[in-house]
C-alpha cells in the first residue's frame, strides 16, 4: 500500500521498533545520526550492519533475516540496487508492516511486491525529518 498522505505517515511513525539496514557505527554520517535521533526519541533501533557488532550500544545483525523478535518498520540507507534483496527478506518475515527508503534510495518495482504483500511502502524519504514534521 502506498503511503502518501500526512495521516498515513504520522500512523505509521507510531510504530515503535525499527530495523535499520545499513545503519552506520560513523558519528555525523545520516545512517548514524537518523537512527541515533529515532532512538532518542523512544523508538527502539535495531542496527543491521555486518561489519559492526554493536551501533548506538545496541547489538548489530548481519542481516534483517538475523533480526531477533519483531520489527515493525524496516529502514533502509542502502544504495537502491539494494533495496529489492532487502524487499525480499522484509517479506519473508510476518512482522514487518512498512518498509521505507531513506532520501535518493527507490526501488519501484521491489515496493510494488511489498505492496502486493500488502506491506506499506515509503520511498525516497528520511524518516527523521518526517518524524520532525508530523509529531
Same mark, same amino acid.
Given at each position: ?42 523508538? *527502539? #533501533? @535495531?542496527? +543491521?550492519?555486518?561489519?559492526? &557488532?554493536? %551501533?548506538? $550500544? ?7 533475516? =538475523?533480526?531477533?523478535?519483531?520489527? *515493525? #518498520? @524496516?529502514? +533502509?540507507?542502502?544504495?537502491? &540496487?539494494? %533495496?529489492? $534483496? ?7 518475515? =510476518? ?41
Amino acid at each position: 500500500m502506498p503511503v502518501e498522505s500526512d495521516a498515513e505517515i504520522r500512523e505509521l511513525l507510531g510504530l515503535r521498533r525499527i530495523a535499520v539496514v545499513g545503519c552506520s557505527s560513523t558519528p555525523g554520517k545520516d545512517a548514524h545520526e537518523v537512527p541515533k535521533y529515532l532512538a532518542d526519541n523512544g523508538y *527502539d #533501533v @535495531v542496527p +543491521v550492519n555486518p561489519t559492526a &557488532d554493536q %551501533v548506538l $550500544g545496541e547489538t548489530a545483525y548481519d542481516s534483517l533475516s =538475523d533480526v531477533k523478535g519483531e520489527v *515493525d #518498520v @524496516v529502514n +533502509v540507507f542502502r544504495p537502491s &540496487d539494494e %533495496v529489492s $534483496g532487502i524487499v525480499d527478506e522484509a517479506l519473508s518475515r =510476518d512482522d514487518v508492516e512498512v518498509i521505507w527508503t531513506q532520501l535518493g534510495v527507490r526501488d519501484d518495482e521491489a515496493a510494488r511486491r511489498a505492496e502486493d504483500d500488502g506491506r506499506h511502502v515509503v520511498q525516497d524519504r528520511c524518516i527523521k525529518v518526517e518524524h520532525r514534521r508530523l509529531c
